[in-house]
């Protein structure tokens, strides 16, 4: 299986930085849904910081095939008015356990700004620019679990109906 390629991004000064042991996770896709996540890199620790609503500015949600042959899938792109999500504290360990379910997407340092309007420094996936990419519908089973963890972290609801409507026209023109 292949290793997620890890990236910094640009933009990321003047943001909260975590201790070494803990670092922001900015999840938009699946990993919403917290069950699916501690599935994949066990319990979240209770005394750091709680989940919490955030946003990354200047992207967009969309659902892209991987190869010719795969599903299509969460990520998201440039230019965009900004893709709403939810940052979890993780160990690197964590993220390690995590590079493992998400091949095909390099981890990459980003800011975002959560509802109290504070800066965070936060490692998001975002997929490997392939020649092979091409945005497409996602599963149903998939597309629940992503609105599952939505209104599990109460997302806006115009937001989720921008998830669904993105997921079904599978062109992913939309910039919201």
């Given at each position: 299986?292949?290793?997620?390629?890890?990236?910094?991004?640009?933009?990321?000064?003047?943001?909260?930085?975590?201790?070494?042991?803990?670092?922001w996770?900015f999840?938009?896709?699946?990993?919403?849904?917290?069950?699916?996540?501690?599935?994949?890199?066990?319990?979240l620790?209770?005394?750091?910081?709680?989940?919490?609503?955030?946003?990354?500015?200047?992207?967009?949600?969309?659902?892209?095939?991987?190869?010719?042959?795969?599903a299509?899938?969460?990520?998201?792109?440039?230019?965009?008015?900004?893709?709403?999500?939810?940052?979890?504290?993780?160990?690197?360990?964590?993220?390690?356990?995590?590079?493992?379910?998400?091949?095909?997407?390099?981890?990459?340092?980003?800011?975002?700004?959560?509802?109290?309007?504070?800066?965070?420094?936060?490692?998001?996936?975002?997929?490997?620019?392939?020649?092979?990419?091409?945005?497409?519908?996602?599963?149903?089973?998939?597309?629940?679990?992503?609105?599952?963890?939505?209104?599990?972290?109460h997302?806006?609801?115009?937001?989720?109906?921008?998830?669904?409507?993105?997921?079904?026209?599978g062109?992913?023109?939309?910039e919201?």
């Amino acid at each position: 299986m292949r290793l997620v390629r890890r990236q910094l991004a640009h933009g990321s000064r003047g943001a909260s930085i975590a201790p070494a042991a803990s670092i922001w996770y900015f999840a938009y896709g699946s990993n919403l849904w917290t069950e699916q996540l501690v599935a994949r890199i066990g319990p979240l620790d209770d005394a750091a910081d709680k989940p919490r609503i955030a946003r990354l500015a200047n992207y967009r949600l969309v659902f892209q095939h991987l190869d010719v042959t795969s599903a299509a899938y969460a990520d998201i792109v440039t230019p965009g008015d900004g893709v709403i999500g939810v940052v979890y504290r993780c160990t690197s360990e964590q993220l390690d356990r995590l590079d493992i379910h998400e091949g095909g997407y390099d981890r990459q340092a980003v800011t975002v700004i959560d509802e109290q309007g504070e800066s965070l420094s936060a490692m998001v996936y975002i997929m490997t620019p392939t020649p092979s990419l091409r945005f497409g519908k996602p599963t149903n089973a998939y597309l629940r679990k992503i609105l599952r963890g939505a209104r599990e972290h109460h997302l806006p609801e115009a937001y989720m109906r921008q998830i669904e409507a993105i997921a079904q026209s599978g062109e992913n023109k939309s910039e919201g």
